[in-house]
């Protein structure tokens, strides 16, 4: 079992930036894949971006390449997301997930076993 939390949201302007954080907690070794996903109202979930955290190979969905980068700190056990360059259609509650089995790492959300609770990131303009 892996445990979740996100922190970081919060309201930007456009052109602003923010850092979420997601601290993981239980059997993190078994966390091969871990990603940051988003949904907005009356929308569906979507890939923002995925880390391998064997390697550091990173998946971007292609709306947020160039603006946003995801890292880890393995000794800490937590996981980023720095976003630059914010615009109102990043506005949406923002979800870590971490995937329990090795194989494929990416942006499809059936990959992740386990998830956060979320965190709201709004941008106005």
């Known amino acids: 079992q892996v445990q979740l939390v996100e922190s970081g949201g919060g309201s930007v302007q456009v052109g602003g930036s923010l850092r979420l954080s997601c601290a993981a907690s239980g059997t993190t070794y078994s966390s091969y894949c871990m990603g940051w996903f988003r949904q907005a109202p009356g929308k569906e979930r979507e890939g923002v971006a995925a880390i391998y955290r064997s390697g550091g190979f990173t998946y971007y969905a292609d709306s947020v390449k160039g603006r946003f980068t995801i890292s880890q700190d393995s000794a800490k056990n937590t996981l980023y997301l720095q976003m630059n360059s914010l615009k109102p259609d990043d506005t949406a509650m923002y979800y870590c997930?971490?995937?329990?089995?090795?194989?494929?790492?990416?942006?499809?959300?059936?990959?992740?076993?386990?998830w956060g609770q979320g965190t709201q990131v709004t941008v106005s303009s």
């Open positions: 997930a971490a995937k329990g089995s090795r194989g494929n790492c990416g942006l499809n959300i059936p990959f992740f076993d386990y």
